[in-house]
């Protein structure tokens, strides 16, 4: 392939990439399997790494984040971010309908619309590109979050048709309810707390620094508001229907997203259709936006100091019924976490039958003072399991007793402890409370961990119960006689299991660091401690320094990990998984990020990048056998530029013929044959 046509093949790639982009993530309806995506974008990447001068920033394989942003930028709005006014009644609807009647002097065609319950955001295009992404901060300016929008799917890069050459478009940035789900779950597998709601945990992901990290999250956005000079059409809903064929996520009404209402009755139409039906949505709202169609009515309506005069919102109540507090309970999680709950007169919330309720912690039970016997008020609100929100005073039993928080595990009887600043109490009997062996046997054996196959969660608890097992360890010591006499084991799956117990000596590094079950150490945080440390050895003599200095690893991640070595029953677990033959270090084929490519060249890295941040450049160069240094002299051989380097660098260095390269050729230059990702690490 020469130049030109591998110009012309990252061409029709992007574009036909951005299409399935589209159909997958916006329309929902993909044409193609994920496989030939995942090919297609394979090759697009190989191309734009053979051919640096070709690759846009705005390319489909950008998605995947890895620019870090240290401190996001202050931007001023071009357009102000105002709110909308809050009604909670249709008395106040029907006011608002007068007062735009009466200024109008004609019947009014208004659009209802969903409230998102998000994070909102303000995103300018120019001439197609996406230029910039704003949170709304204090409406007058926000934080540059760019690089992290840019990685969330629904969210086009390069637009289509016939747009407007500047705009601003806006909209609500939200966890789909299914992925916030999957993300607390894994969340509890490491030992995190469970995040409150969808709102906040966007919010948080958001003002992530490593964008690698929220292009995994699965972000979504739906984008309601245009603004700018020049829009197509004089009509709200005619420019948001003008910037779904832009390639925009924006409501349908084909989804019955939005629709036009000609008067109050059929506004009320569309808030009844959703008060009933937004259970079945997957992602919150938490009212409806009713919006005067009309541009120029808008102009002539209005603002106030703070929102239009030409929009208000309608909030629902969040649906709340009155049910009896029978019990409290305690459960104890796999790390030895005391979760009280509250065990409920069975009650219909929200189309499902609420018999349990989460009560947080000790604090939250003494702040609402909520006791046994008490007429609680249950409410469904942003989390998926319902929360107590307060106690109905009026119908408190005389004899009625404060709550006195559990002292002993229910499980095991031993003396619980609560550690300064935290909420939760714990039990710290995890060698010997049964709930924390198995919960810690069930996560070693997990999909996500060891992935056993042939033994399951059930299983565990029969071997545990059957005194087979005590410790994971024990795992690998099964023999095929202690088995076959117990319940449902027959000989294939006495067979199975033994071989799938066998097999998962070869499940890599990162994995059994996660398995091992060290509180805080999720998934992700266990990829990066393998990748930097190479191994359990290291990561067991690696001090508090060592460990705070690896990318995203904080002062509690890395207490949690030196207690879990200070402990010797915990060290000696690992070195019967050592010798067992569980994979205790980085295989060759993964670690990836060492080489002598670099040997006796020496580097300077100035300015800011795009996929990388200055120290993985660093740590890339040292990995590969190359030498940094701070500025640039005779003895330098590459200077690697970012974006704002200063213009006395880059005279300097061509004065001294120090060869200029971009982080794309950096990469390149170290990926040549090892790897096809386009990524260093
Ligand atoms: S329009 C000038 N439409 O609600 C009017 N806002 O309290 C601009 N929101 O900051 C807002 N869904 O974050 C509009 N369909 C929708 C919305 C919506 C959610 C949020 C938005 C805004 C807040 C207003």
Redesign the pocket.
């Known amino acids: 392939m020469n130049k030109k046509e591998a110009k012309q093949k990252i061409e029709s790639l992007s574009i036909e990439l951005r299409e399935h982009n589209h159909k997958y993530y916006v329309e929902d309806n993909p044409t193609i399997s994920d496989y030939e995506f995942d090919m297609m974008l394979k090759e697009l990447q190989e191309l734009e790494e053979r051919y640096p001068e070709f690759a846009d920033s705005n390319s489909p394989t950008k998605r995947v984040g890895g620019e870090v942003t240290k401190n996001f930028e202050t931007v001023k709005h071009k357009y102000p ?4 006014s ?1 009604s909670y009644s249709r008395e106040e609807l029907v006011d608002f309908d007068d007062r735009v009647q009466k200024l109008a002097g004609k019947k009014v065609e208004y659009t209802c ?8 955001i303000g995103i300018s295009y120019k001439n197609g590109r996406l230029e910039r992404a704003v949170t ?1 901060g204090d409406g007058t300016q926000g934080d540059d979050i760019t690089t992290n929008v840019k990685t969330i799917r629904s969210v086009p890069l390069q637009l289509k048709g016939d747009y407007p050459d500047e705009f601003e478009i ?1 909209g ?1 940035i939200f966890y789909p309810l299914s992925v916030f789900r999957a993300l607390n779950e894994k969340r509890e597998e490491a030992g995190e707390d469970r995040l409150a709601n969808p709102r906040n945990a966007a919010s948080g992901t958001l003002k992530m620094q490593d964008s690698a990290v929220v292009a995994e999250r699965k972000l979504d956005c ?1 984008l ?2 245009v603004l700018g000079e020049e829009l197509p059409y004089d009509g709200h809903l005619e420019n948001l229907k003008a910037a779904a064929s832009w390639g925009f996520k924006a ?1 349908s009404e084909e989804k019955k997203l939005i629709r036009t209402a000609k008067n109050i009755d059929e506004i009320f139409d569309f808030i009844d259709y959703w008060d009933e039906e937004r259970s079945a949505l997957n992602f919150e ?1 938490d009212g409806i ?1 009713i ?1 005067v169609n009309d541009y120029d009515l808008q102009e002539e309506l209005g603002y106030t100091a703070k ?2 005069r030409w ?1 208000i ?1 309608y909030k629902f109540k969040a649906e709340q019924v009155e049910t009896k507090l029978n019990k409290i309970t305690y459960q104890v999680g796999r790390t030895g976490a005391i979760t009280p709950v509250a065990n409920l007169e069975p009650i219909l919330l929200a189309g499902t039958t609420v018999k349990r309720a989460s009560l947080h912690n000790a604090d939250q039970i003494a702040k609402l003072d909520i006791r046994e016997g008490d007429t609680v008020q249950v409410e469904k609100g942003g989390e998926i399991i319902p929360k107590i929100v307060g106690v109905n005073l009026d119908l408190r039993p005389d004899d009625s007793q404060p709550t006195q928080y559990a002292t002993h595990c229910p499980e095991c009887e031993t003396k619980l402890i609560r550690l300064e600043g935290e909420a939760q109490h714990y039990c710290p009997n995890a060698w010997g409370c049964p709930p924390q062996i198995k919960g810690k046997m069930a996560h070693f054996i997990s999909r996500k961990a060891m992935d056993i196959e042939g033994l399951g969660e059930e299983t565990v608890e029969q071997l545990y119960e059957a005194g087979l097992i005590k410790s994971i360890a024990d795992i690998y010591t099964l023999k095929k006689e202690e088995l076959l006499p117990l319940e449902r084991m027959a000989e294939k799956s006495v067979n199975n299991l033994l071989e799938g117990v066998e097999k998962s000596k070869q499940v890599p590094f990162p994995k059994v660091l996660f398995a091992i079950g060290i509180r805080y150490v999720g998934e992700t945080v266990a990829k990066k401690l393998a990748k930097h440390f190479k191994s359990m050895e290291a990561i067991r003599a690696a001090s508090f320094e060592e460990l705070v200095a690896v990318d995203e690893i904080g002062d509690k991640i890395a207490e949690s990990i030196l207690h879990f070595f200070e402990e010797e029953r915990n060290r000696e677990l690992v070195n019967r998984l050592a010798d067992i033959g569980l994979q205790m270090e980085i295989s060759a084929e993964e670690d990836t990020s060492k080489s002598s490519k670099l040997e006796g060249l020496t580097f300077v890295v100035s300015g800011v990048f795009e996929k990388f941040s200055r120290k993985e450049l660093k740590q890339a160069i040292e990995d590969h056998g190359g030498k940094n240094v701070g500025s640039i002299s005779g003895k330098t051989d590459y200077l690697i530029a970012g974006d704002k380097m200063g213009p006395a660098k880059k005279e300097k260095a061509e004065k001294m013929g120090v060869k200029l390269i971009t982080e794309n050729d950096f990469s390149e230059m170290i990926n040549s044959q090892a790897e096809t990702q386009g990524r260093l690490f």
Request: no cysteine.
């Open positions: 971010m105002l709110s909308l809050n619309e969903l409230k998102y319950d998000g994070v909102a709304r806006r609500e739906y309601y508001y409501p709202i936006v919006k929102s239009p929009a919102a």
